[in-house]
Nanobody
Framework: QVQLMESGGGSVQAGGSLRLSCASS????????MGWFRQSPGKEREGVAA????????YYSDSVKGRFTISRDNAKNTWYLQMNSLHPEDTAIYYC???????????????????WGQGTQVTVSS
């Protein structure tokens, strides 16, 4: 089992920045992909960014590419999402997630992730 805990959400004005953190515990050596997802009211959960725990390859949705950066600190079993130039449409609950298998599923496919954090609210005002 892997446990995940997000932190760092909050409220910010458009154009501002926030940094989310996801601390993992338990069988962290089984994690293959570390991801960030978000969900806003009335919308499906969408993949935002993912990083391969070992090689460090990164993946981003088109909506955040160039504004968000995912990184990890394997020694701390923690990964991060630096969010810059935030837009009101970035408002959502952000979840971190851990995927323990590789396979052919896209890096931002939420059904491929087994473990999820409880979510943290990010609100961007105009």
């Amino acid at each position: 089992q892997v446990q995940l805990m997000e932190s760092g959400g909050g409220s910010v004005q458009a154009g501002g920045s926030l940094r989310l953190s996801c601390a993992s515990s338990g069988l962290t050596y089984t994690i293959n992909y570390m991801g960030w997802f978000r969900q806003s009211p009335g919308k499906e959960r969408e993949g935002v960014a993912a990083i391969v725990r070992g090689a460090g390859f990164t993946y981003y949705s088109d909506s955040v590419k160039g504004r968000f950066t995912i990184s990890r600190d394997n020694a701390k079993n923690t990964w991060y999402l630096q969010m810059n130039s935030l837009h009101p449409e970035d408002t959502a609950i952000y979840y971190c997630a851990a995927r323990t298998v590789g396979g052919m599923a896209p890096a931002l496919e939420n059904t491929a992730y087994k473990y999820w954090g409880q979510g943290t609210q990010v609100t961007v005002s105009s």
